[in-house]
Nanobody
Framework: LVQLVESGGGSVQAGGSLRLSCVES????????MGWFRQAPGKEREGVAW????????EYAASVKGRFTISRDNAKRTLYLQMDSLKPDDTAMYYC???????????????WGQGTPVTVSA
């Protein structure tokens, strides 16, 4: 069982930056692919970015590619999402997840954090 705790959300103006963190605890023997997801009020959850357990492969949603960067420090068991050039459309609750199945942007199962809110004002 994996526990995940996100932090780093907040309120920023358009064009600003935030760095989200997700600390993993629990199963210390395995490494998982991990991802960031978001859900805006009244909208479905969407995949934002994904990174392999080895850190060698990453994927991004088209809407954030070139603005967001996913990374992980396996020694610190921490996942990051650097968000630059933020837009009002990026406003959402952001969640990290691990050990999920299926296509990365349509995951099933897995362990999820409680979320951290991001608000971007125009």
């Amino acid at each position: 069982l994996v526990q995940l705790v996100e932090s780093g959300g907040g309120s920023v103006q358009a064009g600003g930056s935030l760095r989200l963190s997700c600390v993993e605890s629990g199963d210390t023997e395995r490494r998982y692919a991990m991802g960031w997801f978001r859900q805006a009020p009244g909208k479905e959850r969407e995949g934002v970015a994904w990174i392999s357990a080895s850190r060698l492969v990453s994927e991004y949603a088209a809407s954030v590619k070139g603005r967001f960067t996913i990374s992980r420090d396996n020694a610190k068991r921490t996942l990051y999402l650097q968000m630059d050039s933020l837009k009002p459309d990026d406003t959402a609750m952001y969640y990290c997840a691990a050990d999920f199945s299926g296509i990365w942007y349509k995951p099933t199962g897995g362990s999820w954090g409680q979320g951290t809110p991001v608000t971007v004002s125009a």
